[in-house]
């Protein structure tokens, strides 16, 4: 993570797409073994965008019988490490999250410290406890094959838990930065492989995420990370990797713009939100070019902001940061994203900063996104705004109920007409996360006439329509 865990230790589209990437297949529940929740099969490759339909003007068109695929289930992921911990009292508060997956140890911290075993038994069972699926980063710098294969022993061999995501290192671009170091692609690629190698001969079920490059990665080439002799280090990567890879991964903190520049403004959130779908698309085109194959992709940490800051109008904190993360997600969603890790789950007494879903004093507005997210399907279907700042993402469930949900970015209360093809609105269980409602449940509630639909500024509202 772009340096902010540095910070810690000092100071602690385009609106919605016209058309989202194309159907594919993701992992489904396989068995369930113990300790652990269920496991899913590997990832499969993740199709790109075959057809491409227009938004229609001033409406937003929902179409249920365009099916686009399965949502993953691991979008609605987090971080979490023992460097931090549920605040006291507060362990209610996560376990209701409906955090999907889990990230570990999170950040540098794995480094610049050997995971333990203890370490690792606390953190499986708080998966237990959260029905979380874990994602294990094994250390790279400092570290050795012979450690990473015993802790792939200790975990699935010896103990049974069956953990299939790994990764090797965090943020390996920076690595340079560090004193002392001397750190380069060619470098990378050969450490990164060796512990692979290590790691599968011990269980050769397990998947590898990578590279893990820090969070200032985008669409645009020219800006995005390179090695001293002017390496690309995705591509590098890439080249070198990409077969042991099974998932490609990278973060993302798009503020502050630099270290001395201020924190991210609410205009300066909504204008980033269209970066988040050139990045994927920029990225799976990148690895088939490369590689010669389509490879899943994951965000395996993001925020708004890098640096702990907080009491700001667009900081993780704020309110509004909710609003853009739901959009963020949302966005993923449609670009087929196999995992999103948001940064941080906990942020507990003595930490400092913006970060964290649950503190000290309570939860932050973003970990109402994820109730508000519970409520929507697994089954993508079309759906597409003609309205500025105005979005709309819609599923179904498994027994055919379609979910709508609708994110008005504007400062304004909005009436906007919904269109859904073959379907007569009439009623639908309502949703709303907004300045005075937390994710609550407005019962059923009938649309208007006309169709129109009233959202509240600043706000989430997701409708639940029946067969």
Not at 391 to 400: H, I, L, Q
């Amino acid at each position: 993570m772009r340096r902010h865990l540095f910070l810690i230790l000092i100071a602690l589209v385009l609106l919605t797409a016209c058309m989202p990437a194309g159907p594919t297949s993701l992992p489904s529940p396989t068995d369930t073994p113990t300790p652990l929740p269920s496991r899913t099969a590997a990832p499969t490759s993740l199709s790109s965008p075959t057809v491409t339909l227009t938004p229609v003007p001033d409406v937003l068109y929902v179409d249920p019988g365009m099916e686009l695929g399965p949502i993953s289930p691991y979008v609605y992921g987090s971080n979490y490490g023992p460097w931090t911990a549920v605040p006291a009292g507060k362990m209610e508060d996560a376990l209701q999250s409906h955090v999907t997956t889990l990230r570990y140890p999170g950040g540098e911290w794995g480094d610049s410290n050997d995971v333990q075993t203890y370490h690792l038994d606390a953190f499986l069972n708080l998966c237990k406890q959260m029905g979380a699926i874990p994602t294990i980063s094994v250390r790279l710098l400092g570290g050795t094959p012979e450690a990473a294969a015993e802790l792939v022993r200790y975990a699935n061999i010896e103990q049974g838990y069956k953990i299939r995501y790994w990764s090797i290192g965090n943020e390996p671009d920076l690595y340079e930065g560090r004193p002392n170091v001397d750190y380069d692609t060619a470098r990378f690629n050969q450490e990164w492989r060796a512990i692979a190698v290590a790691m599968k001969a011990v269980d050769p079920t397990i998947l590898f995420l990578g590279p893990e490059l820090h969070g200032t990665y985008t669409s645009n080439f020219a800006t995005n990370p390179k090695d001293t002799a002017g390496r690309d280090w995705m591509i590098e990567f890439l080249k070198a990797n990409g077969d042991m890879t099974d998932i490609v991964t990278y973060h993302r903190y798009p503020f502050p713009l630099s270290n001395y520049a201020d924190n991210a403004t609410i205009g300066d959130l909504r204008q980033d939100l269209p970066e988040w779908t050139r990045t994927v698309r920029y990225l799976r085109d990148l690895i088939r070019e490369t590689t010669g194959r389509e490879l899943p992709i994951a965000v395996t940490e993001a925020s708004s902001h890098y640096t702990p800051a907080s009491q700001g109008e667009g900081t993780p904190d704020s309110f509004y940061n909710a609003i853009w993360w739901a959009d963020v997600l949302g966005r993923l969603i449609d670009e087929n994203i196999f995992m999103v890790n948001q940064w941080l789950l906990t942020n507990a007494s003595g930490q400092s900063g913006g970060w964290g879903l649950v503190t000290i004093s309570g939860v932050r507005p973003t970990y109402y996104v994820y109730q508000m997210y519970s409520h929507f399907g697994n089954e993508q279907v079309y759906a597409s705004s003609g309205v500025a700042e105005v979005t709309v993402y819609a599923a179904k469930r498994e027994d055919g109920t379609l979910t709508i949900l609708v994110i008005n970015l504007s400062d304004t209360e909005q009436h906007i007409p919904l269109q859904v093809r073959g379907v007569a609105l009439s009623r639908a269980e309502v949703w709303l996360f907004d300045a005075t409602h937390n994710a609550e449940d407005l019962g059923q509630q009938s649309f208007s006439l006309d169709g129109a639909l009233v959202l509240p500024a600043q706000s989430i509202t997701l409708y639940a329509i029946g067969k």
